[in-house]
């Protein structure tokens, strides 16, 4: 594998220092989080079946996952804490979805540029 790097030492002080001062009150602390909640397949596969379906309780993602209801529910919870799902009891039954729009946008654009970086190795 050939590294694409610079053949000179100019550097563009301009440019850096451009982006020097656009990061200088950046807070990347939710990108952390967001890259924390998905780094778990099965996390993944919540966020998936959620998109795909809005609502679904513990038990339909429970089967989706081929995973215990104690695990699924683990995973929920930590998405929940971490302001991804939200939650609704009807009865015995709990349901869970994507907090917002938001949520659904960044893992849309996340899967896109995931099958745009696979096609294109």
């Known amino acids: 594998m050939t590294l694409d790097v610079c053949s000179s030492t100019i550097i563009h002080e301009d ?3 451009a982006v020097k001062d656009r990061l200088t009150d950046k ?4 990108i952390l989080l967001l890259s ?3 780094k778990d ?3 993944i596969k ?8 809005e609502e679904l309780c513990v038990c339909d993602l429970a089967a989706v ?3 215990s209801v104690a695990s699924t529910s683990h995973h929920l919870r930590y998405l929940k804490q ?3 799902l939200e939650s609704k009891r009807d009865g015995k039954v709990v349901y869970y979805s994507l907090i917002k729009e ?6 849309n654009s996340l899967s896109d540029l995931t099958e745009t970086v696979t096609t294109s190795s």
């Open 15 to 17: 440019k850096v220092n």
């Open 27 to 30: 807070d990347f602390s939710d």
């Open 36 to 38: 924390k909640c998905i």
């Open 41 to 43: 397949p099965s996390r």
């Open 46 to 53: 919540i966020m998936y079946a959620l998109l795909t379906y």
């Open 65 to 67: 996952l081929e995973a």
């Open 82 to 84: 971490n302001g991804l």
């Open 102 to 107: 938001k949520a659904a946008s960044v893992f």
